[in-house]
């Protein structure tokens, strides 16, 4: 079975930070994905990544980069933390044309 | 624009009775879905998936339905128990692209 894995479940960092979420997943795949995810508006895709070093902006990817040097990690960069920033992270991995699996997500808190 | 959506945000049930949450999409193009449960404090988990050429598909006490015509699924849940209380989300995907489309979530309410 497929294994996501988000490094932190809980960050509390300051503004003007620079705040890096990782990811890693335990299979051979291509396709990983950040999502944000805040009540009432669902799950939103800030980026994703279908190999190695490829990235492709989501829905919100303002405030956001993000990192794929090697295929089981990807990583999420706030260059700036903003208070706005604050949510739940959620990082997934996908095989091929199968579900998305999921991490069990980082709550981020911005102060 | 094309969306999917939930019918209801709360569904309340006692132990033991079936649920069933629905889902409706609109992108006819859509032909891969997909049902996930995320319990307080977790990332969605994978329940159980079905493609456009089937009509249903069962797995361990849980069954979905595809209705094409009117572009609904549904999850039902049998014996529904404590443990099933969490948000279930479906979710649709177009053949060729990697990112699906997440609706907005129900919320199933067990009481014991």
Redesign the interface.
């Known amino acids: 079975d497929v294994k996501?894995t988000q490094s932190s479940r809980y960050l509390v960092k300051r503004t003007g930070e620079k705040v890096f979420l990782e990811c890693v997943q335990d299979m051979d795949h291509e396709?990983m994905?950040w999502y944000r995810q805040d009540p009432?508006l669902?799950?939103r895709?800030i980026y994703?990544s279908?190999d190695v070093k490829m990235k492709?902006k989501?829905d919100i990817p303002e405030g956001y980069s993000v990192s794929r040097e090697k295929k089981e990690r990807f990583s999420l960069i706030l260059e700036s933390a903003s208070t706005n920033q604050t949510s739940m992270y959620?990082c997934?991995g996908?095989s091929g044309?199968?579900?998305?699996?999921?991490?069990?997500?980082t709550r981020l808190s911005i102060l | 624009g094309e969306s999917v959506g939930l019918h209801l945000p709360t569904l309340s049930v006692q132990e033991g009775d079936n649920s069933i949450i629905n889902c409706a999409y609109s992108n006819s193009a859509s032909d891969y879905f997909i049902w996930y449960k995320q319990e307080s404090g977790k990332g969605p988990q994978f329940i159980i998936d079905i493609r456009s050429n089937m009509d249903k598909r069962q797995g361990q006490r849980v069954t979905v339905l595809l209705n094409k015509t009117v572009k609904h699924l549904s999850l039902q849940i049998a014996a529904t128990q404590p443990g099933d209380s969490a948000v279930y989300f479906c979710a649709e995907n177009r053949g060729g692209s990697y990112i699906p489309t997440f609706g907005r979530g129900t919320s199933l309410i067990v009481h014991p």
């Open positions: 996501v396709n994905f009432g669902g799950l895709l994703f279908y492709e989501g959620l997934a996908r044309e199968g579900p998305q699996h999921f991490g069990d997500g």
